[in-house]
């Protein structure tokens, strides 16, 4: 089993990874195999809305990493989507990734990469606007059949620097269960598919729109 871990932060070495390898360590602990994709300090763009990824089953934009990232979600068992905190949000290149990954996904006849996994978003901030960026994250898990895999107290950890994380005890220890809590997730659905329980059927067609 795999599970991806997103660093929305541009520090590979910050508050937010600080958060991430308290989860990794507990993977690695039970052989779930882990790659954290980077986002770092470079410009990410937005979605341009051009549709283009309908035809092709790729995002337009080739150069940072959205199309490799949705390449290796087909194959993976789990996500984990961390951010720190701007302004009570996350930050915009997490977003921004995530707009283009999750659009571009399952277009033209391509395999669904995020359908029926479990997923888990993380915010990491100095003080507050924890809760409305971890709420943020959780929207994508909502709208793509993601089972949400929950802790003991909501996905945050606190800190202004690498170094303030291990501090907070609680968000550490709420890393842990997190962890814990996916494995066991990603353990029953494969126990599932294995005694060939199906997947529930997605009714496709209704698509509405407000003024008309």
């Known amino acids: 089993m ?31 195999e882990t790659e954290v994709i980077q986002l770092g300090g ?7 809305q051009c549709n283009a990824c309908q035809k092709t089953g790729r995002c337009v934009i080739e150069d940072d990493g959205v199309n ?27 977003f921004s990734f995530l707009d283009r990954a999750f ?5 033209a006849g391509q395999p669904d990469a995020f359908r029926f ?13 924890n809760s409305a960026s971890f709420d943020a994250l959780n929207k994508y898990f909502g ?9 003991t107290y909501w996905n945050m950890v606190h800190g202004a620097v690498a170094g303030d994380a ?8 709420t890393m842990r269960n997190l962890a814990r809590n996916m494995i066991w997730m990603m353990r029953c659905f494969e126990a599932g598919k294995r005694q060939g329980v199906p997947y529930p059927q997605t009714e496709k067609g209704a698509n509405t729109n407000f003024i008309r």
Do not use: W
């Not at 659009?103 to 277009?107: D, F, I, P, Q, V």
């Open 2 to 32: 795999k599970v991806l871990l997103v660093n929305g932060s541009s520090h590979a070495h910050g508050t937010t990874m600080a958060a991430l390898e308290e989860m990794i360590r507990v993977f690695e602990a039970e052989e779930i």
């Open 42 to 48: 470079k410009p990410l763009a937005d979605c341009l």
């Open 68 to 94: 490799e990232f949705v390449t290796k979600a087909r194959e993976a068992d789990g996500f984990v989507f961390a951010s720190p905190v701007y302004y009570a949000h996350p930050s915009g290149r997490i």
């Open 103 to 107: 659009y571009s996904n399952g277009r």
């Open 117 to 129: 996994k479990p997923g888990a978003a993380v915010a990491v901030a100095r003080r507050g606007g």
């Open 143 to 151: 709208i793509s059949q993601m089972p949400v895999a929950g802790s």
């Open 166 to 173: 291990p501090q907070d005890a609680e968000g550490m220890q």
